[in-house]
């Protein structure tokens, strides 16, 4: 089935010790995004890539970065991780239409990080 | 700036009652708008999708509805079960406004508990 695959599905680092986090998808949508989501909270947007181009949101802290190699995978890095980066971390995709719409956005199951 | 709100934070049940959770917006230039549902510890899995254009949209048995000049959204469970406990998430796309092109804005949710 197609679908956006996270990996791993929990993390746990130290305090400062950097960390990358998967995500592929078998979709071919050309649109991937990140999010952080703290207990209770709604998710919040971290970037999006559009094919290759990169989007960060305003509030996004340089901390987290974002890699794109190709179409089927897209890489979050946390360069200095503190506790207050514990969160579970959503992939998602999407698939720009033409005439600028969009369909569905369909999220993977997330990875757990956990900052000692 | 796009808010979205989701009333009751939380709901709890008992077995086949009809369900009715709430979601509004504040503004009404959207794109489309999903309905997520989230277990504990897990990704979002979409349940529906409802375009600018439609009212309404069926699932089994889940309705979705759409009014988009007041704002408002409500998602209808008919025949409530205990596998339908989880948190629901209503989320909103913009239409095309430069780099948040594409972005779904979220409700914090509603957490719905059926009991047997």
């Known amino acids: 089935d197609a679908m956006v695959i996270q990996n791993p599905r929990y993390q746990v680092t130290q305090f400062g010790k950097p960390v990358t986090l998967s995500c592929s998808q078998t979709?071919?949508?050309?649109?991937m995004y990140w999010y952080q989501q703290k207990s209770s909270q709604a998710p919040k947007l971290l970037f999006h890539y559009y094919d290759k181009d990169f989007n960060n949101e305003a509030d996004t802290p340089d901390n987290f970065q974002s890699r794109r190699p190709n179409t089927s995978f897209c890489f979050l890095d946390i360069r200095s991780p503190g506790l207050g980066d514990a969160a579970m971390y959503l992939c998602a995709t999407s698939r720009r239409l033409a005439g600028s719409g969009y369909n569905e956005q369909f999220f993977g199951p997330g990875t757990r990080l956990t900052v000692l | 700036k796009q808010e979205v709100t989701q009333i009751p934070a939380a709901l709890s049940v008992p077995e086949g009652e009809n369900l009715v959770l709430n979601c509004s917006f504040t503004d009404s230039a959207i794109y489309n708008l999903q309905w997520f549902r989230q277990d504990p510890g897990k990704g979002l899995t979409s349940l529906l999708l409802?375009?600018?254009?439609?009212r309404e949209q069926t699932s089994g048995r889940l309705n979705a509805s759409l009014d988009k000049s007041s704002g408002r959204s409500t998602l209808y469970i008919a025949a409530s079960q205990p596998g339908d406990s989880a948190t629901y998430l209503c989320?909103?796309?913009?239409?095309?406004?430069?780099?948040?092109?594409?972005?779904?804005?979220f409700g914090r949710g509603t957490q719905l508990t059926v009991w047997p």
């Open positions: 989320a909103v796309r913009q239409q095309q406004r430069g780099s948040t092109l594409g972005r779904l804005y």
């Open positions: 409802i375009q600018s254009s439609q």
């Open positions: 979709l071919n949508h050309n649109v």
